[in-house]
């Protein structure tokens, strides 16, 4: 199921959460995203805090031509880079969220970014829409 809210697209598969997070990255790299970072927040939370937290992985994701575009329109843009993509366990599900683009960029009220922000979003929904396939 894929859902659109103001700040981010999110879907809720049945797949298991490592392989729904493996269907994520190989559908990020379809869509020109490598992943930069990948924060286990289940592992840090316990060895950190010794709290044991459900199945969570953070990913920072970057499609360097769009990061290029941004960052050429304006500087500021790294504020907002890289794309912020979520996955955790919900019960018997994986829920998968990523950082609408548009919203994010929108909060730094440059016009010369829409275009870039629109085309990130495009790649995302993609993303997200081809989880179940």
């Known amino acids: 199921m894929y859902t659109t809210k103001t700040y981010a697209l999110k879907a809720e598969v049945s797949l298991p959460f490592r392989e729904a997070l493996d269907r ?75 950082a609408d683009p548009e919203t994010m960029m929108a909060t730094l009220g440059k016009p010369g970014l829409d275009a870039v922000a629109r085309d990130a979003r495009a790649r995302l929904e993609r993303v997200i829409a081809n989880l179940d396939s």
């Open 24 to 98: 994520v990255k190989a559908a990020l790299k379809e869509q020109g995203f490598g992943v930069l970072t990948e924060v286990d927040v289940q592992a840090t939370l316990k060895e950190k805090l010794g709290l044991e937290f459900r199945r969570y992985v953070i990913l920072g994701a970057c499609n360097p031509p769009l990061s290029r575009r941004a960052l050429s329109a304006d500087l500021e843009a790294g504020l907002v880079l890289p794309c912020n993509v979520i996955v955790y366990e919900e019960g018997d599900r994986t829920v998968v969220m990523i």
